[in-house]
Nanobody, 122 residues
Framework: QVQLVESGGGLVQAGGSLRLSCAAS????????MGWFRQAPGKEREFVAA????????YYGDSVKGRFTISRDNAKRTMYLQMNSLKPEDTAVYYC???????????????WGQGTQVTVSS
């Protein structure tokens, strides 16, 4: 069992930065792949970024490549999403997810956090 709690969301102007955190608990956290997804009002959930448990394999969604960086500190049981050069279209609720396999993230058998709101003003 894995429990996830996101934090770090807020209101920021376009061009600004935010860092999201996802704190995990549970004995198997270290062996889980983790990722970030987001969902804006009226839109489908969108993949943002994912990291294998070691951090050796990382993927990004096309819309955030070059602007967002995913990282994790397994000793602190925490995953991060550094978001730079934010745009109004990045406005969404951001969720973290955990899955034993990185290619399983977002496909139905994940653990999910409650989400944190990110709002980017123009």
């Amino acid at each position: 069992q894995v429990q996830l709690v996101e934090s770090g969301g807020g209101l920021v102007q376009a061009g600004g930065s935010l860092r999201l955190s996802c704190a995990a608990s549970g004995r198997t956290f270290i062996r889980y792949a983790m990722g970030w997804f987001r969902q804006a009002p009226g839109k489908e959930r969108e993949f943002v970024a994912a990291s294998s448990w070691s951090g050796a394999t990382i993927y990004y969604g096309d819309s955030v490549k070059g602007r967002f960086t995913i990282s994790r500190d397994n000793a602190k049981r925490t995953m991060y999403l550094q978001m730079n050069s934010l745009k109004p279209e990045d406005t969404a609720v951001y969720y973290c997810a955990a899955n034993p396999r990185i290619d399983g993230l977002g496909k139905g058998d994940d653990y999910w956090g409650q989400g944190t709101q990110v709002t980017v003003s123009s």
